[in-house]
T-cell receptor, first 115, second 114 residues
């Protein structure tokens, strides 16, 4: 039990639609990262938020955006969905320690299917 | 740029046999190393981590991994596996100086047979 929750667990959308995925981190974890895990692949880093600001981004287009809120919750928004966006989306939270970000704790994920 | 290579996509093994899941990484800077386990239809669970200090790290369920800087490896081992160890295992690396972005390998499926 990591204390990281995600909603919804499953979601079906059609091409062109927009989706919002939600994550609730552990209290005190002020860093949240989002990953996309395609079927049969390892997770790929989308972006990270620290104290409500984007703090690093992977190789994902701008239609992937995020928000982080003061209550340790966060959102991943994807606009103009494409078929290749079908994946398991994972959020991970981590505490800060001495200025260095270390262990990330993952939620159970949201499985998105785009038809 | 960093990268992680898990050398075996699938590892079949009989129950109570030893197992080694191999992981190599490439990085020109100091790194943190992690192994995560993913059971079917679940998220990732941290199995063990190397941040600093002793190069041999252990998990509570009998797995261990050894950080070998000269060989840039972080292989995962268990002397005797159980059916319940059947899962996908991911090796990941993070630069020790940055924001904690994890680079994952492609994963190794451990299939424990009775």
């Amino acid at each position: 039990e990591t204390g990281v929750t995600q909603s919804p667990t499953h979601l079906i959308k059609t091409r062109g639609q927009q989706v919002t995925l939600r994550c609730s981190s552990q209290s005190g974890h002020n860093t949240v990262s989002w990953y996309q895990q395609a079927l049969g692949q390892g997770p790929q880093f989308i972006f990270q938020y620290y104290r409500e600001e984007e703090n690093g981004r992977g190789n994902f287009p701008p239609r992937f955006s995020g928000l982080q809120f003061p209550n340790y919750s966060s959102e991943l928004n994807v606009n103009a969905l494409e078929l290749d966006d079908s994946a398991l989306y994972l959020c991970a939270s981590s505490p800060t320690s001495g200025g260095a970000f270390k262990t990330q704790y993952f939620g159970p994920g949201t499985r998105l299917l785009v038809l | 740029a960093q990268s992680v290579t898990q050398l075996d996509s699938q590892v079949p093994v009989f129950e109570e046999a030893p197992v080694e899941l191999r992981c190599n990484y490439s990085s020109s800077v100091s790194v943190y190393l992690f192994w995560y386990v993913q059971y079917p239809n679940q998220g990732l669970q941290l199995l063990l981590k190397y941040l600093s200090g002793s190069t041999l790290v252990e998990s509570i369920n009998g797995f261990e991994a050894e950080f070998n800087k000269s060989q840039t490896s972080f292989h995962l081992r268990k002397p005797s596996v159980h059916i319940s160890d059947t899962a996908e295992y991911f090796c990941a690396v993070s630069r020790s100086s940055n924001t904690g972005k994890l680079i994952f390998g492609q994963g190794t499926t451990l299939q424990v047979k009775p």
